[in-house]
């Protein structure tokens, strides 16, 4: 593993986990590298690949703060990236997924303004492993309602919040906790849930600020193991 230090605190922290996409993972990093917004840091996590993914992340030097971690999941993934973290606001991208160049900037503007918000998520395209859009304003076109504002009902009806899109404050992080370990797959939805559980609003910008990329055997393809997921999810928030 290398280090990178920043020389400042920077305002936002990038995070990307990535298990075994040396494909992809260099146009991901490049999408980050890419914005207009630039005061953020970067940090990878690679959950156990075998593939070529560490000579990828090597060619980027100084540009990203990278760590090796034995395979534990995309929860302990992201949860070892964050607590590396230093900025203010957190932004996820996945390993095979894209961002628009002002996605940060219209996000870091949007949050500034709305102080109510713990977390701002974006319309998103839809894109397969050769880069055809399946979708070019996905929600829109599913049709399905989306979470913002005051939104505890609709979120828990619904997960359609799309991870890339999603820029948090740091201290809505904070207040719901890690990404729970136990959800290989719906992590990301249950957090979401934990934040609006702790009184924070939702923001949407209805503009597609990222591509999320829909590839045929991943965990997200798998309808059965959603389902499970989100059975754990309602016995967590039972529980609790």
Known sequence: SFFWVSPHMPRVSVVIPTFNCERFIGRTIDSALRQT?????IIVVDDGSTDGT?????QYDNALCSVYQANQGASAARNAALSRANGEFVAYL??????????LARQVEYLDANP???FVHTEIAVIDESDTVLHARFNLETGRPIPQ???LRDILQRSHIQTL?????????DAAGNFDVRLPVAQDYLHWIQVVLEGYEV???AEPLGQYRWRAGSLMSSHRRLLE?????????LKN
């Open 203 to 205: 923001g949407y910008l």
């Open 149 to 151: 504002g005051k939104c």
């Open 94 to 103: 996945d390993a095979d997924d894209l961002w628009g160049p002002t996605k």
């Open 165 to 173: 899109t999603v820029l948090e404050r740091r201290q809505a992080f």
């Open 54 to 58: 560490q000579a990828v992340l090597a």
């Open 116 to 118: 109510a918000c713990g």
């Open 37 to 41: 917004y630039r005061d953020f840091e």
């Open 229 to 237: 997921d989100f059975a754990k999810i309602y016995e967590i928030l």
